[in-house]
Structures are given as C-alpha cells and as structure tokens.
C-alpha cells in the first residue's frame, strides 16, 4: 500500500512515518527541506532511537521523499494512486498544502480512481483534519466536491508522542519518547476497512482529543512558561524545580477536573493518566529546549487551545481555574528572542493597555475572564521585578 506524508520533520519521521512504515506502507513524504528529501530518496529508510535506557533503535524502509516545492505535480500523481494520506507539519501550514491535496483529489476522479481513502491531519489541534477539509475544498468545484464526498474522508485525530529538539549528523536519525497515542475518528472515515495495528479508532474523538491537549499539550506548556518565568532555559531543569513541578500538578488538577466533569473520566483512570504524563516531562532523555516549548505563545493564548478554552468551560461549570489564570498571566511574560510571535507580543504589549491586548490575543468577550487574566499578568510583572 502507498501513502502520502506531509511533513518529513522529525515528528513525520520518528512518529507517523514509523506507523505507516510498520504497516507496510510505501511512504512518500513531502516537504520542502531538500536535504532530508535527498537522504530519503538515496537511502529509502532510516532508524529511530527510543528515549529512554534501552536506546533500542527501529528501522524504517521503503520510503521516498518530494519536494513540493520543486515537484508539485509529483505530489498530485503520489495523492492519486495513494491509499491514504497523512500529516505532522503544524496547524498554520495546513492551508498552504489544501492546493495540492485538491488537486490529487481531482487527478484521482480524472483516472477514475474510485478507492476510497481518508486524508488524516496529525496536529496538535482540535479538528484537524475537518479544518485542512474546509481549506481542501475551497479548492475545488462543486462536482469535485460530490466526488471528495464520496471517496474522501477527512477523519479527525488525536496524536501525542513527544520529539523534542535535536540535531544529529544523520539528518534522518530521530530520537523519541517510547509512548505514543494515535487515536482517529472512525465515523469519520471514508475507508473504514484500512486501519492501522498499534492505532486506536474510536466512535467519539473528541474526549481523547480534549483529554491529550488539555493534558499533555497545557502540561507541557505549563512546565515552559513557568520554567522561562524562573530563569530556566530547558524542560529537564525547569520540571526539577519543585516550584514548576507544583505549578505543573495544580494545572492538570484544574484540567483534570474539566475532563472528568466533561466526559465522565473515571478519577482514578485519569489522575494515573497525569502521573504518566508527569512521568514522561521527567524523562532525562527527552529534555526540550523552553524556546521551542513555549513558541508561538499568541497561537497557544486562542480562544480554542490549551489555556483559554478550559478556563472557559471551568468557569462556565463553577470549577476552580486559578492556576490555570496564573500560568497565562507569565505568558504574556514570555519574552523569547528566537520566537517572532513572542517578539510580537511583547511589542503588542508595549504598544497597546494590557486590558486590550489580552481581548485581541485571547478573543474572549466575557469581561471578568478578561479582567482575571490581567490581574494575573499584573502579579506576574510584580512578582518578576
């Protein structure tokens, strides 16, 4: 079987791409960094290495690389033979490669090719997949649009494998955690008969989705915004801290209680699954640098992500959000040099009363949450001087 992989990152390769790879796919990835697409297409595979004590290395094979940059139409023919195609190239970029997915679509009603498939986006976001369906579609004309109905699915999913920052002098070599999760909406599916082994397929994503990004992906940042906001520079250091450890189990108990009130967690399930979680952020060998951590803090700071989103629907339910109010009050601290949206920020707040920049970055209308986050902001400046 052949699929088509957005993304040859190391997350594309050290997570999805070594599912696929598992499955026996054929994998094509597609990305615009033409020294790992020369490495794929001289080699044809590559290994991972788990982070952890083992070090047990994995080899990937059968698998190629294109530049969609230099070879589009080569991404176009690869989409209409596929069997099915995936990415992990970031939320932003979804909309940059809708184009080329149309147009694989339409090659593939061209050749009357009536396999069904599904188009899977692996990000770190809610709805993904039904987002890049709505950028796809834009692309295409009603009558493509009645065939992409038919044989195109564009089922939601939920993936969480941490791959921190790393350079080796392979540049296909990827070292990740042991744990992964990927989970898909199998409603939303057009071809239901091709599932992945190791994949979990469930008739409801939306609490698994909410459970990981309210969990690990708010976690995660939490231990970043805190870590930078003590004087820390990486993940490992910050989350020795019994500060940033603290800060950390007060989130997810905030978060933890959203999800439980929410979908009916079982309590004793879900709290085993925030040891895990505080488990892996302690993993020696998974160290993250804060910058890459806590980048794009104004994206994070949406109305819809990590932190916004659960303090509305904890206030909305009468629950406890302190913490939560506590971490967003130091993101707007984040003042990271290697990050432009951070640049962006702090000049957003240079430049303009706090009250509005946090209506702006937040889009939040109800004025107490508004008024919440300031007050925190404001000790966070105390606090830090």
Request: charged share 25%; proline share 4%.
């Amino acid at each position: 079987m052949k699929a088509v992989h957005f993304g040859a990152g190391n997350i594309g390769r050290g997570f999805i791409g070594e599912t696929l790879a598992a499955n026996n796919f054929q994998i094509n990835f597609v990305d615009v960094n033409e020294t790992i697409i020369a490495a794929l297409n001289q080699r044809h595979g590559y290994e991972i290495e788990l982070a952890d004590e083992s070090h047990k290395r994995i080899s990937v094979h059968n698998v190629a690389g294109i530049n969609n940059g230099k070879g589009p139409e080569k991404v176009v023919q690869a989409i209409a033979t596929a069997d099915i195609v995936t990415t992990a190239i970031g939320p932003k970029i979804l909309k940059f490669i809708a184009p080329l997915i149309a147009d694989g679509i339409k090659a593939r009603q061209a050749e009357n090719n009536l396999q069904p498939i599904d188009v899977i986006a692996c990000e770190n976001m809610i709805g993904g997949s039904q987002n890049l369906k709505k950028e796809v579609y834009s692309h295409l004309a009603a009558a493509d649009q009645a065939f992409a109905d038919k044989y195109i699915g564009f089922p939601n999913a939920a993936v969480d494998r941490i791959v921190p920052q790393q350079k080796h002098d392979d540049p296909l070599f990827v070292s990740v955690e042991p744990f992964k999760e990927w989970v898909i909406d199998e409603h939303q599916m057009a071809n239901p008969s091709l599932k992945l082994t190791s994949v979990h397929y469930a008739p409801d994503l939306e609490p698994y989705i909410e459970r990981k990004l309210f969990s690990v992906n708010t976690g995660h940042a939490t231990v970043a915004y805190t870590g930078k906001y003590l004087g820390y520079s990486d993940i490992g250091s910050a989350i020795a801290d019994p500060k940033v450890l603290q800060q950390l189990k007060r989130v997810l108990k905030e978060t933890g209680d959203l999800l439980i009130a929410k979908w009916n967690f079982k309590r004793s399930e879900h709290e085993a699954y925030q040891q895990k979680i505080i488990g892996r952020f302690e993993n020696k060998y998974l160290s993250d640098e804060i910058a890459r951590v806590g980048r794009t803090p104004i994206r994070k700071l949406g109305y819809d992500e990590r932190f916004i989103r659960p303090i509305r629907e904890a206030k909305d339910r009468g629950l406890d959000y302190t913490a939560l109010l506590e971490t967003v009050g130091m993101i707007y601290t984040f003042d990271e040099p290697q990050d432009t949206e951070s640049q962006k920020l702090m000049q957003l707040i240079k430049e303009k009363p706090i009250h509005e920049v946090i209506e702006t970055t937040t889009g939040l209308k109800d004025e107490t949450l508004i008024s919440e986050i300031e007050q925190s902001y404001q000790k966070a400046v105390a606090k830090h001087k």
